[in-house]
């Protein structure tokens, strides 16, 4: 008898070991709220990003000189700040692919992963091509200025492309507050 307590004593610790190693494996559970908060948070700091990119290339457009302070502000400032805001991006767009991956298709909060997931994708795609065209320009102009050419032939979408990424992160900004902060009140999410 004290043999077979002691077995089912032995196999319910497994189990309970077995269960702690899959609860360590599943991403912790998010909470609405959260998500929320953390993607307006996103949007201020890339609008924050935006906004001293188009000081700084005023200011280098304007002035005749330009000093090494503004060519390290881009490459020490605006560079590595958008690298961390892309990987926290990231990472929270996979702890939300992983919890859309265990709902259920019935599950309220499925369509709402979804909606957030999408909006990410398309905040990293206004962050690249913030990237590309607006950073990678700056950096080319001040390489340039640097260098002695003084005369320089601004590409004429500078400011229109900016005027577009700003346009487009209102948009996303607008697709947050409508479609997520005030869509589908779920109590438990």
């Known amino acids: 008898m004290e043999g077979r307590a002691a077995k089912s004593l032995a196999s319910k610790d497994g189990e309970k070991e077995k ?54 502000s881009i490459r020490m400032m605006l560079r590595p700040n958008l690298e961390r805001l892309d990987e926290n991006v990231i990472h929270v767009d996979q702890f939300v692919q992983a919890s859309f991956g265990q709902c259920r298709t019935n599950d309220p909060r499925a369509r709402w992963l979804l909606l957030y997931h999408k909006a990410m994708v398309k905040f990293r795609q206004v962050e690249r091509r913030f990237a590309a065209v607006i950073l990678d320009e700056m950096e080319t102009i001040c390489t340039l200025k640097l260098r002695g050419c003084d005369r320089l032939a601004k590409r004429p979408d500078f400011n229109d492309e900016l005027k577009k990424i700003t346009d487009d992160l209102k948009r996303l900004d607008e697709h947050l507050q409508d479609d997520l902060i005030g869509w589908l ?3 438990e999410f």
């Not at 935006?50 to 000093?67: F, P, R, S, V, Y």
């Open 19 to 72: 269960c702690k190693e899959t609860n360590e494996k599943e991403p912790p559970k998010l909470r609405r709220s959260t998500l929320e908060q953390t993607g307006l948070r996103f949007l201020r700091e890339l609008y924050k990003l935006i906004k001293a990119a188009g000081e700084l290339h005023n200011q280098i457009m304007e002035k005749g000189c330009l000093t090494l302070e503004q060519m390290d």
């Open 185 to 187: 009140p779920i109590a």
